[in-house]
């Protein structure tokens, strides 16, 4: 959606187009594939965005971390807009934007809030000022700003994801799996910001660990381009990050357990934590035994944790 009437938004009336993105949450790694894969699903953030000609900045936040977004300069998605239109030959005359956040992305909780939140700028950046990004560009820049790509590629994709980084230049493959999937989420209520989930993680690796999800992580693409589903019994294991950040999530190795006893072909930590996400293509019965079963997993070692029931989103970020 492409306006220019007025916002009345504060009382300023905006100077060039206006635009809305939705942009859908990610989990990223999805067990073994630490860094490289990643999945978009069925809950999502809105960004309604007008470029300023004066130097004015305007943000409002609804949702998920209303009270904590910074409303300066500091904005994420502000800085993410104006790394664009300093690429672009016209982006030198908008020095300003209103700025509208709808959010239902849980932050820092391992769903790609950041990841939504920078792809959502470019996104509608981008469309405003004549497109002259194409998507592998875009990808470049998010993955830029972001530092790796296996969140903002599904944000931004849509579907699971697969990505090389090779001397700074990502590519990216999205695709569909053969397999009805749910994916079922145990969201803690606590933070867990990914540099401190990445602190502890070792610089070296044994190559028996690096094996051990090279194997996983190639069997897992293969299981759902095929839509084999009885391969996925042991592919969503990790070795080279989980274990290292079990001390940081109370309750995770429980909740990944209990996910499978209660029938879900696997389960992860989603992304840098805390939330573990368990997958499944059973009926709506079954994600709910597996909803509860970790949820009860996490109350037993003193974290609460509430749960959604989330589809594959296939789209990506797009224009409302």
């Known amino acids: 959606m492409i306006d220019n009437e007025s916002l009345g938004v504060s009382g300023v009336k905006p100077s060039g187009a206006r635009i809305k993105v939705r942009v859908p949450g990610t989990s990223a790694n999805c067990g073994p594939g630490f860094d490289c894969l990643g999945l978009a699903c069925s809950i999502y953030n809105d960004l309604e965005l007008t470029l300023l000609k004066e130097p004015k900045l305007i943000v409002e936040t609804t949702g998920e971390g209303a009270d904590s977004i910074p409303t300066d300069d500091k904005n994420i998605v502000w800085r993410s807009i104006k790394m664009l239109l300093e690429r672009t030959k016209n982006g030198a005359e908008y020095k300003g934007a209103v700025i509208k956040m709808e959010n239902h992305i849980p932050m820092s909780r391992g769903l790609g809030s950041s990841a939504a939140a920078i792809v959502a700028g470019i996104k509608a950046a981008n469309a405003i000022v004549g497109s002259p990004f194409n998507r592998q560009e875009l990808l470049q820049l998010a993955t830029d700003i972001e530092g790796h790509p296996d969140n903002v590629a599904p944000a931004l994709m849509g579907g699971f994801t697969v990505s090389v980084v090779d001397r700074g230049r990502v590519q990216t493959l999205s695709f569909l799996p053969k397999l009805p999937m749910n994916f079922v989420l145990a969201v803690p209520d606590f933070p867990l910001p990914t540099w401190q989930a990445r602190q502890g993680l070792p610089k070296e690796v044994p190559i028996k660990d690096a094996v051990f999800n090279i ?4 069997m897992m693409v293969a299981a759902l381009i095929k839509g084999k589903d009885r391969f996925f019994k042991n592919v969503f294991d990790d070795a080279i990050h989980q274990p290292y950040r079990k001390d940081l999530i109370p309750g995770l190795k429980e909740a990944i357990d ?13 992304g840098a934590g805390p939330s573990v996400i368990a997958f499944t293509v059973e009926k709506q019965h079954v994600a709910n035994d597996i909803a509860s079963a970790m949820t009860q997993a996490f109350a037993e070692k003193n974290v609460k944790a509430k749960s959604m029931i989330l589809k594959l989103d296939t789209r990506g970020a797009h224009i409302v």
Not at 215 to 218: E, H, K, L, M
Not at 258 to 270: D, E, I, N, Q, T
């Open 215 to 218: 194997s996983r992580a190639s």
């Open 258 to 270: 209990s996910a499978r006893k209660a029938g879900a072909m696997g389960a992860a930590l989603s």
